[in-house]
């Protein structure tokens, strides 16, 4: 089925046959510039510049499948059309006039696309498998995948460093805040991602630094999070509510509702109350940390950062109240900080040098991630049966945007893999 969105491709790259054109109104017609694609209201194409029988006109060109789309989305009736020089059609089923009464010329590419890209088209929209280029993704070119996976990892990293700008706003450009708060959402992986985030936004940074020792920080936290909420004969749990209390009426906090933290289908190692510990002795024993990431010069001194662990008494619990036979130290494991880094650290550091123009730093954000191992997740497990091998998370990140924000979407007209396999 015929699409405007493969119209634009075509008529952008002119994907037709441009020899000898004539109008529907058979008129002699070249193209000198096709224009620029308008992705707002209005006409199509602007800045665009045409000849008909020798004349020359810049102008605005509109697209559609049929001539009669034109009236169809009423732009007869819509002055913003009013300087279109141009209708390009695929089908031209009825005459098109200006407001003047004067046929609108008109280009039919019905004869002039060759079937091979229309077919290329068809099998990539219409592809049933994991993504639609699935059957034909072992055909590409090593080079413009590895040309396109570089793209898409900046693609990425502006992306992402646009919802950090945002967030950055709302604490008034404070980055060690916007750092906190990035750290907690992240802490809590998807399943308590939100409540982390509402937790770091509950609880100003402001406040923990204030506290240099351990109980002080946990106590703020676990009682904010709504963990000191209940009764409990617990020592430990006892301590941290008495330290609250006291927190809580010094700085009017308010704590969060217990039943919004998820246990369910999480391993033991990433109960929320594991991972409120360790952050608490995270910022209890690095503070500042996202001015000390900055300093840092290699990757190891980044992870090593992040090396910290629950207080003493989880070792022997993953809830309140419910101690375990196994006494275990609960420590950060590697490929947890890998995945913070890769999600936390690199994106904020991209966005700081974005902001600051610091090149230098730009480019450690990138290194970072081609430095650590690609992450483990369904999408990278899928590209590698297709044949897709990655070395390292600057890939593995580029791939999860390739999915998630084209292959699913099928915007293949936009991917470079589609453009390739069209033409090819």
């Given at each position: 089925?015929?699409?405007?969105?493969f119209?634009?491709?075509?008529?952008?790259?002119?994907?037709?046959?441009?020899?000898?054109?004539?109008?529907?109104?058979?008129?002699?017609?070249?193209?000198?510039?096709?224009?620029?694609?308008n992705?707002?209201?209005g006409?199509?194409?602007?800045?665009?510049?045409?000849?008909?029988?020798g004349?020359?006109?810049?102008?605005?060109?509109?697209?559609?499948?049929?001539?009669?789309?034109?009236?169809?989305?009423?732009?007869?009736?819509?002055?913003a059309?009013?300087?279109v020089?141009?209708?390009?059609?695929?089908?031209?089923?009825?005459?098109?006039?200006?407001?003047?009464?004067?046929?609108?010329p008109?280009?039919?590419?019905?004869t002039?696309?060759?079937?091979?890209?229309i077919?290329?088209?068809?099998?990539?929209?219409?592809?049933?498998?994991?993504?639609?280029?699935?059957?034909?993704?072992?055909?590409?070119?090593?080079?413009?995948?590895?040309?396109?996976?570089?793209?898409?990892?900046?693609?990425?990293?502006?992306?992402?460093?646009?919802?950090?700008?945002?967030i950055?706003?709302?604490?008034?450009?404070n980055?060690?805040e916007?750092?906190?708060?990035?750290?907690?959402?992240?802490?809590?992986l998807?399943?308590?991602a939100?409540?982390?985030?509402i937790?770091?936004?509950n609880?100003?940074?402001?406040?923990?630094?204030?506290?240099?020792?351990?109980?002080?920080?946990?106590a703020?936290?676990?009682?904010?999070?709504?963990?000191?909420n209940?009764?409990?004969s617990?020592?430990?749990?006892?301590?941290?509510?008495k330290?609250y209390?006291?927190?809580?009426?010094?700085?009017?906090l308010?704590?969060?509702?217990?039943?919004?933290?998820?246990?369910?289908?999480l391993?033991?190692?990433?109960?929320?109350?594991?991972?409120?510990?360790?952050?608490?002795?995270?910022?209890?024993?690095?503070?500042?940390?996202?001015?000390?990431?900055?300093?840092?010069?290699?990757?190891?001194?980044?992870?090593?950062?992040?090396?910290?662990?629950?207080?003493?008494?989880?070792?022997?619990?993953?809830?309140?109240?419910?101690?375990?036979?196994?006494?275990?130290?609960?420590?950060?494991?590697?490929?947890?900080?890998?995945?913070?880094?890769?999600?936390?650290?690199?994106?904020?550091?991209?966005?700081?040098?974005?902001a600051?123009?610091?090149?230098?730093?730009?480019?450690?954000?990138?290194?970072?991630?081609?430095?650590?191992?690609?992450?483990?997740?369904?999408?990278?497990?899928n590209f590698?049966?297709?044949?897709?091998?990655?070395?390292?998370?600057?890939?593995?990140?580029?791939?999860?945007?390739?999915?998630?924000?084209?292959?699913?979407?099928?915007?293949?007209?936009?991917?470079?893999?589609?453009?390739?396999?069209?033409?090819?």
């Open positions: 089925m015929m699409s405007e969105e119209l634009y491709y075509v008529w952008t790259y002119k994907l037709f046959n441009t020899t000898e054109l004539k109008t529907v109104q058979n008129e002699a017609l070249k193209i000198i510039k096709q224009g620029q694609r992705t707002d209201s006409p199509d194409f602007f800045n665009s510049m045409i000849q008909i029988d004349t020359t006109w810049a102008g605005n060109v509109e697209i559609h499948v049929n001539s009669s789309d034109w009236y169809k989305h009423k732009h007869q009736s819509d002055a059309y009013n300087n020089i141009l209708h390009v059609v695929y089908n031209h089923d009825t005459t098109v006039c200006r407001a003047n009464g004067q046929p609108l008109t280009l039919e590419l019905k002039k696309i060759r079937h091979e890209f077919d290329s088209y068809s099998k990539l929209i219409n592809g049933k498998s994991w993504i639609p280029c699935g059957n034909q993704v072992k055909k590409l070119d090593s080079f413009v995948l590895q040309n396109w996976l570089d793209r898409l990892v900046i693609e990425r990293l502006e992306r992402k460093s646009a919802e950090i700008d945002s950055l706003i709302n604490n008034k450009n980055w060690e916007t750092f906190f708060q990035l750290l907690l959402k992240y802490f809590g998807k399943v308590n939100e409540p982390f985030y937790l770091a936004k609880t100003p940074l402001k406040i923990i630094e204030k506290h240099n020792n351990l109980l002080s920080v946990e703020l936290l676990f009682g904010q999070a709504g963990f000191l209940t009764d409990c617990d020592e430990y749990h006892l301590e941290l509510k330290e209390h006291f927190l809580k009426a010094k700085f009017n308010a704590p969060l509702d217990k039943s919004i933290w998820k246990f369910l289908r391993r033991p190692s990433n109960f929320p109350t594991i991972r409120i510990s360790q952050l608490a002795y995270l910022l209890t024993n690095q503070p500042r940390i996202f001015a000390q990431i900055l300093d840092c010069s290699s990757l190891p001194q980044i992870q090593q950062l992040f090396l910290v662990k629950a207080s003493t008494y989880w070792d022997e619990h993953y809830q309140f109240e419910k101690k375990q036979i196994e006494k275990k130290v609960k420590n950060t494991g590697q490929l947890f900080i890998n995945n913070l880094i890769i999600n936390v650290v690199v994106p904020i550091i991209f966005s700081y040098a974005s600051t123009k610091n090149e230098t730093l730009k480019s450690k954000s990138i290194l970072l991630l081609e430095q650590l191992l690609p992450e483990k997740n369904n999408i990278i497990s590698n049966t297709l044949g897709i091998r990655i070395k390292n998370s600057l890939q593995s990140q580029a791939l999860i945007e390739l999915k998630t924000n084209y292959c699913t979407q099928k915007k293949c007209l936009q991917c470079s893999i589609g453009n390739y396999l069209i033409k090819n």
